[in-house]
């Protein structure tokens, strides 16, 4: 079986010895030259040279879940529920708002005036974690979800800051490290596109806190997780010169913790220490002298990977997990008043999980999505919650609330919601990241003994065997995996001297009118010939409709990872496809080198659906009739078993209602 490269064991490379750390107080570590004072006392530290590890205790490697890149090496899921309802309307109680799309964790998010975005994250396959590129944006007034232009590249375990019209999302894990990413990506809120600055200057690190100076138009990174331990430094970039520089390090290092903006402070609380576990203490950075203070009131319950916002002279910190009180997952919700230097309790969550995200569009503190085992029942134990809370001082939020506890869709995947699908306008294009293992790395392949052919001939089987029916919320949405020939058609990309012999397959379907589906699976049946296979990767496009054909290509994404069972493949989509209603055309094209894996095909289909399906082949190595261009696949293949293709296509509905008459399915199937 093929599958996405597995993560779990990554840490296992960690060197499990380092020297020891440093004493630590029970309410945290005590700062550099600044005894621990009272809750009420504040004491400032001095300005001074930065020097290597100020800061920076040495420390044992730190091993335990707080590090884990992945739930799926999580070795301790148990936790708290959170409280039981939200029956009030008043502010400062958290109530259920639109579920997110998509459910995910280890995802980075910002804040503009007007909406809030979630960036990145981890998310659940339907047979494993993996790390994705989708942006999601969310408004507060109209209570809907968009899916925006998605990152550069997939990522998680990041953060990230909005000021002046831009997104900044610095570092984060793409899948590979220590060391981990250095990418800046910038994303321009108004013309909905991306850009990569310079790269983060130092050694890379995973959940820093990430702060936005609009008055500055700068951005501060403060500490974070380098692959051993909890680190100190200060990374501040100047979007104005595009430039990164260094400022004082901090006086403990930590990772995992909370922060936000505070007139001309930038105040720091909870995440973990040189040991890896919860402070509870809190320090703030001055932006004009380049100091740090500290000896402020700590924290009731310190913890890692919460929601944070600030909204006046307070800091909001909500949810997060591994707390100082033992908690696997929290839901308390703390508010830090800057002016009187204490600390009070809010309403806690309604679902605690841990390496959420959020934060405060106007008066309004979100706490989104998470991961929580296993009180969160979906898929991957990913909470779909977006749970907000009106801060005292502004309007209420006027959406009726409910009494829902957690989102968990046991009888449909429809998740009622606007979104901006992939369209002519909004083309989608991903990076899977699954590299080939091309024989032309070490020169141009040699041609095998045979000839490429468009069709494999009657070598398969035509037994029926149905697959298994997803996982809520996750749906069938369209099937036509039935009716099988003993045939398979070529849909292949080729090596280098191959090029000739690129060739697609594309099939048609239906998304019903007044629904929008979120694609996030392709599962096709096919098989190897001329050769053992197997493939390096996939890849899946989708098309408008042209009259009886393919058109415009709105959604691309190459270098897929799939698992294969017998002759069934399953692509799961690193970014959901989104389509609004109308007709589509869908093809999967295998990454294969025929020198020395042969062919892939893909299953005829002996009855046809809506159009038959099409074929193309740019290149002109099979001499069709149309040329390269889109045809009808028997004018090209007529030794096909069949006018159509076998696949299905799983994910959820989220936007419109379910067929009716369906059950839990929402399904569409065509005989």
Same mark, same amino acid.
């Given at each position: ?295 402020? #009131? ?29 908690? #696997? ?170 090029? #000739?012999?690129? #060739? ?168």
């Amino acid at each position: 079986m093929l599958e996405r490269s597995n993560r779990r064991n990554l840490w296992r490379l960690i060197p499990l010895l380092l020297l020891l750390v440093t004493a630590m107080g029970a309410g945290g570590m005590a700062f550099a030259g600044v005894p621990t004072q009272g809750a009420n006392s504040v004491t400032q530290q001095s300005k001074g040279q930065d020097t290597p590890g100020k800061g920076q205790n040495k420390q044992v490697a730190i091993t335990n879940d707080t590090v884990a890149l992945s739930n799926g090496t999580l070795t301790d899921k148990g936790g708290t529920v959170g409280k039981s309802s939200d029956t009030t309307n008043s502010p400062d109680v958290f109530v259920n708002k639109a579920a997110v799309p998509v459910p995910v964790d280890r995802h980075a998010s910002a804040a503009s005036p007007t909406h809030l975005y979630l960036l990145g994250g981890e998310y659940w396959t339907g047979s494993a974690y993996a790390i994705t590129s989708t942006v999601q944006r969310y408004d507060p007034v109209a209570d809907t979800w968009a899916f925006m232009a998605p990152m550069p590249g997939p990522l998680d375990n990041a953060e990230a800051c909005s000021m002046n019209g831009k997104i900044y999302v610095p570092g984060g894990y793409a899948g590979s490290g220590p060391p981990f990413s250095t990418n800046l990506y910038m994303y321009d809120i108004t013309n909905n596109g991306w850009s990569t600055g310079p790269a983060v200057i130092g050694t890379p690190t995973l959940w820093p806190v990430v702060v936005c100076n609009a008055a500055t138009n700068k951005v501060y990174v403060f500490g974070g997780f380098d692959g051993v331990g909890a680190t100190a430094a200060v990374k501040i970039y100047d979007a104005q010169i595009t430039t990164w520089t260094t400022g004082t390090s901090s006086p403990v290092a930590r990772y995992g913790a909370d922060g936000g903006l505070i007139g001309t402070k930038l105040f720091v609380a909870g995440g973990a220490g040189a040991a890896g576990t919860a402070l509870t203490s809190v320090e703030s950075y001055d932006i004009a002298g380049d100091f740090w203070t500290g000896g402020y #009131a700590p924290m009731a319950v310190g913890g890692l990977y919460g929601s944070a916002g600030v909204f006046g002279t307070a800091l909001y910190i909500s949810g997060g997990g591994f707390g100082s009180d033992g908690s #696997a997952y929290l839901a308390r919700t703390e508010r830090y008043d800057s002016v009187a230097n204490t600390w009070s309790t809010v309403d806690p969550l309604l679902v605690a999980a841990r390496h959420m995200n959020g934060g405060v569009v106007t008066n309004l503190f979100h706490a989104d999505s998470g991961f929580n085992s296993p009180t969160c029942a979906t898929p991957g134990n990913l909470c779909p919650n977006n749970q907000q809370l009106t801060l005292a001082g502004g309007a209420t939020s006027t959406p009726t609330r409910t009494n829902t506890v957690v989102v968990t869709p046991t009888s449909t995947a429809c998740v009622p919601s606007a979104v901006n699908f992939a369209s002519v306008d909004h083309p989608v294009v991903v990076d899977g990241g699954v590299k080939s293992t091309s024989q032309n790395a070490n020169g141009p392949a040699k041609q095998q003994t045979g000839t490429i052919q468009k069709n494999s001939g009657s070598v398969g089987s035509s037994k029926f065997v149905p697959l298994a029916e997803p996982k809520a919320p996750f749906v069938t949405l369209y099937d036509q995996y039935d009716n099988f020939s003993t045939t398979a058609s070529v849909s292949q990309d080729f090596e280098a001297a191959n090029n #000739a012999f690129d #060739a697609q397959l594309g099939d048609d379907f239906v998304v019903p009118a007044g629904q929008t589906w979120s694609i996030t699976n392709v599962a096709l049946r096919g098989l190897y010939f001329n050769g053992p296979g197997p493939a390096a990767s996939m890849n899946v496009y989708f098309y408008t409709n042209g009259g009886t054909l393919p058109a415009t290509p709105v959604y691309t994404a190459t270098n897929l990872a799939f698992s294969v069972t017998g002759e069934d493949f399953s692509v799961p989509l690193t970014v959901p496809a989104v389509l609004s209603a109308g007709t589509y055309w869908v093809s999967v094209q295998a990454r294969l080198d025929f020198t020395p894996g042969g062919e892939f095909g893909w299953y005829d289909r002996t009855v046809q659906s809506n159009s038959p399906a099409a074929f193309r082949n740019p290149g002109g190595g099979f001499n069709c009739p149309a040329g390269g261009a889109w045809a009808a696949k028997t004018g090209c293949i007529p030794t096909a078993g069949g006018p159509d293709q076998v696949f299905k296509l799983v994910g959820t509905i989220v936007g419109g209602g379910c067929p009716t008459g369906n059950g839990n399915r929402c399904k569409q199937k065509l005989q």
